[in-house]
């Protein structure tokens, strides 16, 4: 039962353009939301994160979206550049009764952003 | 301090060895976490520690698997007897308990067992 859904396996997106990566999550539970990115053989790089209190946050060219009602996500990146070529992971955490509880991760969109 | 450090950075073991990594998390994080990822995957829990206290094993973390962070600070994870299906990437993270939530990921240790 995968809890964190990236449906896309890959996306192609031209330089300069927008790339919109896209993120379901089943359990109700979850109330904080990040984004990672990953080059290979290297850990994941925190990207961006919200909160379930919040719609949407933004920092620099990078902007998360979530939609509670229907349980999604979304990273945008504009403009798009070949260095952000990676495999992005979404990643959910829930329970604030708990604090920061471990971190459950989708199967990752990798990006090729092409010049 | 830059970040999470882990300790190797790969290693090949031969099946039914023993190997142990290391993580080295930011020093004012009491949370350290632990995770596995194989390809094609996203990383996925194993277990996590507050200050020196393991809260929680995944079902992952069969009985070949035991982590430690004895004085709150670096971690170690052991996998006995090795299994080929334990090649996988071994992920260490920090963060604190309450306030900001982010999770930092070390470099991770690549364990390739033949």
């Known amino acids: 039962d995968q809890q964190v859904k990236q449906n896309s396996p890959s996306l192609s997106v031209q330089e300069g353009r927008i790339s919109i990566l896209n993120c379901d999550y089943t359990?109700?539970?979850?109330?904080?939301f990040l984004w990672y990115k990953k080059y290979p053989a290297e850990g994941p790089t925190f990207l961006i994160s919200?909160?379930?209190?919040?719609d949407k946050n933004e920092d620099g060219r990078f902007t998360v979206f979530l939609n509670k009602s229907a349980k999604h996500l979304s990273l945008h990146i504009v403009p798009s550049q070949p260095g952000d070529s990676a495999v992005y992971f979404c990643?959910?955490?829930?329970?604030?009764?708990?604090?920061?509880?471990?971190?459950?991760f989708g199967k990752g969109t990798r990006l090729s952003v092409i010049a | 301090d830059t970040g999470v450090s882990q300790d190797p950075r790969h290693k090949i073991t031969k099946r039914g060895q023993n190997v142990t990594f290391r993580c080295d998390p930011i020093?004012?994080?009491?949370?350290l976490y632990w995770y596995r990822q194989t390809l094609g995957q996203g990383p996925e829990f194993l277990t996590y520690?507050?200050?020196?206290?393991?809260?929680?094993k995944s079902r992952l973390l069969s009985d070949r698997f035991s982590a430690e962070r004895p004085k709150g600070s670096f971690s170690t994870l052991e996998i006995q007897r090795t299994e080929q299906g334990d090649s996988a990437m071994y992920l260490c993270?920090?963060?604190?308990?309450?306030?900001?939530?982010?999770?930092?990921f070390g470099p991770g240790t690549r364990l390739l067992v033949l």
């Open positions: 993270a920090s963060s604190l308990a309450v306030g900001l939530r982010t999770q930092y």
């Open positions: 020093s004012e994080h009491n949370r």
């Open positions: 990643a959910a955490s829930g329970g604030l009764s708990s604090g920061n509880t471990p971190l459950v």
């Open positions: 919200i909160s379930s209190i919040k």
């Open positions: 359990n109700s539970m979850f109330d904080y």
């Open positions: 520690f507050q200050n020196e206290a393991q809260l929680e």
